[in-house]
């Protein structure tokens, strides 16, 4: 009766161990750019992290689970997501995935993403819709998807300028050989802080808000739970909010 006592003692202790969660825990293979996209991610020899890391560091200690990091170009990246090779995008939403004929699975929102024109500063106006710049040439991220302009460039309407990053959107605004380009807010606004640009490039009106999803490889499907309750307890505490602050 004793050993029966005991036995069923260290079951329990087991069962209730964070031991015991990190004994079932997973190790997911995480998607990031090969460039550096602050204030998301930065190169890899960068002693910066990034909000995409920080989330996750956040993240995996809820959950358990353990992460690493893979490193190739956009459109590959994509690829080796639909074959099963990379088990998580970071920062996603279905409309921007919409040509992809596999059924990943989201998470509960976690941020939101806003998309604006960033002028050259000496070329800015007021753009209230796609409307007030037919006829123009805006800057793009060839193979991206915008949801409010890219009907617009199929057919015509608008002249899109694809170039392979972010950055060298900037440098040919700078430049002037853009007036303006679609861009990430928090990626603008963070070139102009840390660049010292204000007053050569202005933000203008977020064209489209999205919300921000984790999203996964349907072979995964036992990890969103988890993730999901991961996200609501660091929205409720304000990690998430805290981790966007330190680079703003």
């Known amino acids: 009766m004793k050993v029966l006592a005991i036995w069923l003692v260290t079951a329990i202790l087991l069962i209730t161990s964070p031991f015991a969660q990190i004994g079932a825990a997973e190790n997911y293979r995480v998607m990031l750019q090969v460039e550096s996209f602050p204030p998301y991610s930065f190169e890899q020899n960068d002693s910066r ?137 928090d990626f603008a606004q963070y070139q102009i802080k840390t660049q010292k640009l204000a007053g050569k490039l202005i933000v203008g009106k977020p064209c489209s808000i999205l919300d921000m999803m984790i999203r996964f490889h349907p072979s995964i499907n036992n990890a969103v739970p988890r993730f999901n309750k991961a996200i609501q307890k660091l929205l409720n505490d304000g990690t998430i909010e805290d981790i966007y602050d330190r680079y703003r």
Do not use: C
């Not at 995935?97 to 941020?111: D, E, N």
């Not at 006829?135 to 015509?156: E, K, L, Q």
């Open 49 to 185: 992290t990034g909000i995409i890391k920080d989330l996750f560091t956040a993240l995996v200690k809820e959950t358990g689970d353990t992460v690493e990091y893979v490193r190739v170009p956009f459109k590959r990246a994509l690829y080796q997501f639909d074959m099963g090779k990379i088990d998580i995008e970071p920062m996603s939403n279905p409309i921007w995935r919409q040509s992809s004929s596999l059924k990943a699975l989201y998470s509960i929102p976690f941020a939101a993403s806003e998309e604006i024109l960033l002028f050259n500063a000496d070329k800015y106006f007021t753009v209230n819709s796609p409307e007030d710049i037919l006829g123009r040439t805006v800057g793009v991220i060839s193979g991206y998807y915008y949801p409010v302009y890219t009907p617009y460039f199929d057919d015509g309407r608008i002249k899109p300028y694809p170039l392979p990053s972010e950055h060298k959107l900037i440098r040919l605004l700078l430049a002037g050989r853009l007036d303006q380009a679609l861009m990430n807010k």
